[in-house]
Structure formats: C-alpha cells, structure tokens
C-alpha cells in the first residue's frame, strides 16, 4: 500500500489488472473497455487558464462508496462537480450492470459496462454537458439478458471552476469598511446607542449570542478601521453597550451552561417554538465568546476577557468523554433535548485562541480530544450535520441536513496547523472539494426555486423573487441542504478556506477561485447599495447583520494578504 493510500481514510482496494489510485478512479476495470454508445460529446470549451484542467479534475471522485469500506454519503445529494458514485445493490445473477445516462436538457445519451453497481461515473463524467440527468444501471446475466434494475438516481451536473471570474469594482478592503460602515448606521443598530436595549423591530435580534456578539465583532473592526476619529469613539460605545447587555443576559451561576449567553431570546419562542431557552444551540456561545475577546483586545477591559475565559471553563465542565458536546440541550439541567452531537470545529477554534492568545491553561487536551471524535466520526462518515437552530430535532436521517461550514472550518484548522503533514493536507484538499462539489455554484446552475428553504423545480409565483435561481448572482455558495439559498456569510466563509488552501499548498487554483468569490462581493454590493446581502440575489430578501460582518472582516483581511505578497 502507498503512503497516499496509507494516509487516506477509506483506502481503495487494488484489484488485479486495474489502475486505480485514490487520486484517479477512471473506472478502467469498473467499467468495461469498450467506448460509451453513442459518442460522448466533446469536452466542453473553457474560458479561463484553469478550465481545462478543472474539468478533467472533476472526473475525479470525492470519497466514493463502496459497500462494507467506505459510506455513500451522497443519499440526499442533487448535484455534483465531481464525479458520482450511487449506493446501488447487487442484482443476483448479474455478471456485469449496464450503465445508462441520459439528459433531461438535450439529447446527450451514453451507455457503459461495468463489474459493479456502484462505480464512479468517472470514465464519462469530463465530458457531460453541465445539465440534469437521468442515470440507471442495470444488471445483465451471462447471456446478455437484463436481471434487473439495481438503481437509478436523478442529478445535475453542475460546472466546473472556469475562471476567474468578474474583476472587482474597488478594493477588497475599501468593499469590506463599505459594508462595516452601512451596518453601523443602520437603524435597528443605532438604536443601541440611545436605548442600551435591542430594537425589537429587527426580527433577528432573537439569536443573541449569534447576532449581538457579530455586532460587537463589526463595531470593534469599525472603530480600528477608524481610529482616532469621532466614528471610532461611536463604535467603541457601541461595542460596549452591546456586550454589556449580553454580560447582563447570561445565564446564572448554578445553571449547567452557566456563563452563556442565551441562544435565543424570550421573543424567539412564541414565534418559532423550538426556539425556546430550554433548547440551547451548543455551539453559539463561542461566537460570544470571540466578541468578548475583541473587545478586550480593543479596551483592555479585564471584565471581558473574564467573561470570555468563563464561557471557556463551561465548555470544559460539559465535555463528553467522548470529546464532543450535544448540539441540543436544556442550559439550566443540561438534558440532552435532541439525540445529535456538535461537531465542534467552532469549540476547537475558541479554545485554540485563548490559549496561544491569552494564554488559558488547561486546554490542550481538551482539544486534542474534541479533535479525535471529529477524525474518527463525521471524517470517516463524512456526515456534516448542519449545526443550524433550524434542523430538525428528531426524523432527520444521516446525510439528510448537510452543510460546509464545518468542513470548512476543519479544512482552515488543517491548513494552519499541520501545513507540513501530507496526510492533514490531503484531507483539508478533501474538505474543500466536498464543500465545492455540493455547496458552490460558479455559472449556469439549475432552474429551481427555494421554497420553505427546500430547493424545487422553478414554478411561477412560489415565494421571493429572490428564491428564483435564475436571479442569483454568480458564483454563490449556498447554505446547507436544508436551506440552499446562496448566503453571504457562508461565501466569505469559502474564501477563507480557499485562500488557506492556497497558502498551504501554493495552488493557483485556490487563490482565483477565492478572488473569483472575493469579485462577486463587490459586483453585488453595488445592487444593494453598499450592503452585502445575505441571500446573492438582485431583489432585498431578510438581512441578518452577521452575514455582512463576517464576510466584511474576511474581505478586509485578504487585501492585506495581497498587499503583503506583492
């Protein structure tokens, strides 16, 4: 076995006679020798310098299952970029399975022979037209007789990365202070500074530690962005008052997650029901606990980075043995109120800073072991439950409610921490591949409409105009499977990890496809006059604060890293 193959988590099988690696899977013993019928189409003409090799990349499966060695994580998946295997079942009698595929956009047909039924489409996949398409494979006997049909499936094949894409209208930092500042000045923010208390007008001051601890996080960017100035004494005081308000709301010593500030507000229940104090979100104190740290850094205040280190030390009481934390949970008596676990790549980030920044002790090990159950649990599953308030708590089967912000955080942690180790970086690489392959959209996309957060066919007069595909503003990165409205926050997000990626392994790939993302920032903020909106689209939909900050911040930060390697 090669040292590749050692440091992958689901190594594949050599078979006699067949080339096969975990970096190509063209399928030349999976499929037989013989060319599909009728001719493919040709490849598909490239614009950009990276079209040609991107399109041959995504031949190229991300983690294919194979039954009793490697999951089919892909049961609730509806598009690929990468080249798809499906969990289809061994028909009795069947010698060998007849793949057939068929577009539902033109008249693109091909027909394959392979060994198994669930063999990477690999051998065809380059050459596919992006579209919608209709796959059924088939098992045939000896004699040429069809046995049985051992699944079919219906997908889109989505594009490749064929850019870069767009130029920027200004600066990335000039785009990202436009956004901080059109934040500060809004009225809902505002009104902080005259009444100390949240404007219950903005419906989405429900999430406290999320939403007020995003905009201690912007008022502090703001003000060092404008130091020394009256603007950065107004965002200062705001900084303050806000962080104040969440000290004053955090549950109380005695409670099991003491110290915390509330996921949602008393508000939030009446509303939403399972939005209720008494079903915590586990993760969202640590966004909390990062504006805490902010504010230290910015004041000096000991109160906050106290308040800070506290969120920590609840943290630490409440870790399972196992190394993770319940996603759900009741704050004051810590029952479990959902069977799911975090995956705690946010937990991990949190102790992390407070230990090289601050210095915090006590933390090492319980990093280690929190990043153990991520390695061992949804790396090896490669099941990325979204760790959003809006998933179900019960019903919800593996693979159903995926997302990439996990992944991506992982892949970010890799990248920084084990640069040098082939095997972390392997991994980081599979991390960005499967947030690409489900979660991005570079150009043409399917037609469909997000109702009720779930994607389906376009239909007329169904919601927003904005939940219409075909008003998206491109390339986007879309949320989870549960909501797959393209998110502003969830695409600074990307060109983060892309940037990482890029530092890490000197790729220039990864460094256009985050300047590609980083140019859409700027082309849509002028639609919605200076905004980052959180959903890319031409129309307002909801605007929630720590969607524009993060990427605001993100943006901001990667023109330094330009300035600083030019």
């Known amino acids: 076995m090669t040292l590749e193959e050692q440091s992958h988590p689901f190594p594949i099988k050599m078979k006699k006679g067949i080339i096969c690696s975990i970096t190509l899977l063209m399928g030349a013993g999976l499929f037989a020798a013989a060319s599909p019928t009728p001719a493919v189409p040709a490849k598909p003409k490239v614009n950009g310098p990276f079209g040609e090799a991107e399109w041959e990349r995504s031949a190229i499966p991300l983690r294919p299952g194979e039954p009793g060695q490697a999951p089919f994580w892909n049961a609730f998946a509806k598009r690929f970029i ?78 490749p990365f064929d850019g870069p894409y767009l130029a920027p209208v200004m600066t990335y930092d000039q785009s990202g202070r ?173 102790f992390e800073r407070l230990k090289k920044d601050y210095g915090m002790q006590g933390l090492e090990e319980p990093i280690q072991r929190a990043f153990d159950w991520i390695m061992e649990n949804p790396v090896k599953t490669f099941d990325w439950l979204a760790q959003y308030e809006d998933i179900p708590l019960t019903g919800s089967p593996p693979y159903r409610r995926m997302s990439r912000e996990q992944p991506c955080d992982l892949a970010i942690y890799l990248f920084r921490k084990f640069p040098k180790q082939p095997k972390y970086v392997e991994l980081a690489e599979d991390l960005i591949r499967f947030s690409e392959d489900q979660f991005i959209s570079w150009e043409k996309m399917e037609d469909l409409v997000i109702h009720r957060g779930v994607q389906r066919p376009s239909v007329p007069n169904v919601g927003s105009p904005g939940a219409y595909s075909k008003n998206w503003l491109l390339p986007v990165v879309h949320e989870q499977y549960g909501f797959w409205m393209p998110s502003a926050r969830n695409t600074g997000l990307m060109i983060e990890t892309y940037w990482e990626g890029y530092v890490a392994t000197k790729k220039e790939v990864y460094r256009a496809k985050a300047l590609s993302i980083a140019n859409n920032f700027t082309r849509v903020q002028q639609l919605h006059d200076g905004d980052y909106p959180t959903m890319f689209t031409q129309y307002p939909m909801n605007f929630w604060i720590n969607n524009s900050i993060y990427p605001a911040k993100v943006m901001i930060a990667l023109q330094k890293e330009l300035d600083r390697i030019r």
Not at 113 to 131: I, N
Not at 142 to 149: F, H, Q
Not at 192 to 200: A, G, M, Q
Not at 264 to 292: C, D, T, V, W
């Open 82 to 159: 990468f080249a798809p295997a499906f969990d289809f079942r061994a028909v009795d009698g069947a010698v060998k399975y007849k793949y057939e595929l068929s577009s539902r956009d033109d008249a693109t047909t091909c027909s394959l022979e392979g060994d198994v039924p669930f063999a990477p489409l690999s051998r065809v996949w380059a050459s596919l037209p992006v579209g919608t398409y209709d796959l059924k494979v088939t098992g045939i006997a000896g004699s040429g007789t069809a046995l049985g049909v051992a699944g079919e499936a219906r997908f889109y094949r989505a594009a």
């Open 178 to 350: 436009l956004a901080l500042e059109k934040i500060m000045h809004k009225p809902y923010v505002e009104y902080w500074l005259t009444h100390k208390t949240p404007d219950s007008s903005y419906e989405f001051y429900r999430h406290p530690a999320k939403l007020f601890g995003s905009l201690v996080v912007g008022a502090v960017a703001h003000a060092r962005l404008n130091e020394g100035t009256a603007e950065a004494r107004r965002a200062a005081e705001l900084a303050r008052i806000v962080a104040d308000y969440l000290l004053a709301i955090r549950f109380p010593p005695g409670w099991y997650l003491e110290f915390f500030p509330p996921a949602y507000s008393r508000e939030a229940e009446a509303r939403l029901p399972h939005m209720k104090q008494s079903n915590y979100l586990i993760i969202a104190a640590a966004e909390s606990g990062h504006a805490f740290l902010d504010l230290y850094d910015y004041t000096r205040d000991r109160k906050y980075l106290e308040a800070a280190e506290r969120i920590a030390r609840t943290y630490l009481k409440t870790q399972l043995p196992n190394g993770t934390w319940r996603l759900y949970l009741d704050p004051e008596t810590g029952e479990e109120t959902a069977n799911k676990a975090a995956i705690p790549t946010s937990t991990i980030n949190y």
